[in-house]
């Protein structure tokens, strides 16, 4: 008897990233903000 | 029945997505990394009492300082004591214990501030934060190994770019929450504390749960391993204990250790030395500016380092670390003569980017050199060398260009020393990598693979 795979779904993958992915984003945005005052 | 931190709870389903790791990991370094932003809270923490100034029982900044490096230190420590732990547990666990420590850290920390005891300060974030940093650095780096073989430097350089950009995140945060907390009476630290506390505590639990092992023998679609070894990637195992008995080992410890102390050589003093090198071309408000875009190529270097070197190995990334480096700290003092800011900008952001990728491709070095094994209780004992470059990149620069002033050297020229001294250790690092060769196989582990 063989057991039953079960693939991960795409949707969930794109929101565990999601979950990581948007704050870091945000604190990207933030520090390259930060960082046009060098070129000012 | 087994419970949900067994290490058999922990091995993932047929079906299960590899792609579902890297978020895992990454919600343990995006928290941890907050450590690097912590200087932050240095001058709020000054005026706990005065408020709107320091009052004379406030803390002195040389208090503060030292939060920061009880914790790295604890970081060290801990990777090094509990890395045979974490292995034999599995990453849930660690995940788990570390989201407990870095959390509760703040939670003591916000006690010590509120008491307005600095010993409690100490012993919250720097005790037992640094211990949740430790072993959350290290408890997902093995499990991504195991899960990307094809591309283990890709792999974990996503999680510790994560622990880089952690600090882009923790820094608008806590200034945003010390705002929102902050009263008349208060700067707003204590609550910013206990807040920034249960967020990381939650986040971090989204790690625990997400993170999987593979079973014993998965491979990746398509993926054949190699039958023999190559130039310097082993086909067996080297046991933790046995590691740390060889010369690779210590030429790895020495390797880390030059390189990350020759960064922090930058890190430390970005914003006075770029200001000092070139008076009257950068305001206060573009040095800001200027840490701010070597906070992005030290984060983006761990990722896009840690990954070539899948293509072109690790050796070779590290002599391309050493030989660049030590031509581009040498070319510093030069530079400043010239008075070219954007041309002391771009060596310092490729610097900074090959620090970032020295310790990102380190996870990937020590698998080639002693198998998978136990590659995180090994890696966990080489952070020891990130703690002594810790105390050792600053004190060296802040030392030497004190000295260089004092002995009437103008201002712009005061750092000249210090650069040349980065470019001789890392000339001690590039002779370490020279001679850098697998390990005599008498050191492999005989028998089944140990769990640590």
Known sequence: MTEKVTKTSPALILLAWAIVGIPWLWGFSQTLQKAAALFQ | ?452
Request: with cysteine.
């Open chain 2, 1 to 452: 029945m087994p419970s949900f931190f067994d290490r058999s709870s922990q091995i993932a389903k047929p079906g299960f997505s590899r792609w579902l790791v890297p978020p895992a990991a990454l919600a343990i370094h995006l928290c941890i990394g907050q450590a690097y932003a912590f200087s932050v809270f240095k001058l709020p923490m000054t005026k706990l009492i005065g408020v709107t100034a320091s009052a004379p029982d406030d803390w002195k900044q040389s208090e503060l300082g030292w939060i920061f490096s009880i914790a790295i230190v604890f970081l060290g420590l801990s990777a090094a004591v509990f890395g045979r732990w974490v292995e034999s547990g599995g990453p849930r666990r660690a995940m788990f214990v570390a989201a407990c420590c870095f959390g509760g850290g703040f939670l003591v920390a916000a006690l010590g501030v509120q008491l307005h005891n600095i010993w409690i300060v100490y012993l919250g974030y720097g005790v037992l934060g640094g211990i949740g940093l430790g072993i959350g650095y290290i408890s997902p780096v093995s499990t991504l190994i195991k899960w990307f073989p094809d591309r283990p430097g890709m792999a974990t350089g996503m999680a510790i770019m994560g622990f880089g950009g952690g600090a882009m995140i923790a820094s608008p945060l806590s200034l945003m929450l010390m705002k929102f907390y902050a009263t008349p009476q208060s700067v707003g630290v204590t609550q910013t504390f206990v807040t920034m506390g249960a967020i990381y505590f939650l986040v971090m639990m989204f790690g625990v749960f997400l993170v999987r092992l593979p079973a014993d023998g998965w491979k990746p679609d398509g993926f054949v391993p190699r039958a023999v070894a190559g130039t310097m990637i082993t086909v067996g195992n080297v046991s933790v204990d046995q590691a740390f008995k060889t010369r690779q080992f210590w030429q790895l410890w020495l390797v880390l250790c030059m390189n990350v102390t020759a960064g922090i050589g930058i890190l430390e003093t970005a914003s006075p030395m770029i200001q000092e090198m070139f008076p009257g071309h950068v305001t206060a408000a573009a040095a800001g500016g200027f840490v701010g875009l070597l906070s992005i190529f030290n984060m983006a270097g761990r990722f896009v380092w840690s990954s070539t070197s899948d293509y072109i190995g690790r050796r070779n990334t590290y002599m391309i670390f050493f030989t660049l480096g030590i031509l581009l700290y040498a070319s510093i003092p030069s530079i400043g003569h010239m008075g070219s800011v954007p041309l002391f900008v771009a060596v310092c952001v490729i610097l900074l980017s090959m620090y970032g990728g020295g310790f990102a491709t380190i996870p990937a070095y020590l698998k080639d050199v002693f198998g998978t094994m136990h590659v995180g209780a090994i890696h966990g004992r080489l952070l020891t060398a990130w703690s002594v470059a810790g105390v050792l990149g600053p004190v060296l620069v802040n030392y030497i260009r004190d000295y260089q002033l004092a002995q009437g050297v103008a201002k712009p020229d005061a750092y000249n020393v210090t650069m040349y001294l980065m470019a001789v250790l890392l000339m001690v690092g590039f002779v370490s990598n020279w001679f850098m060769k697998p390990v005599d196989t008498r050191h492999l582990y005989q028998g089944e693979p140990l769990k640590a």
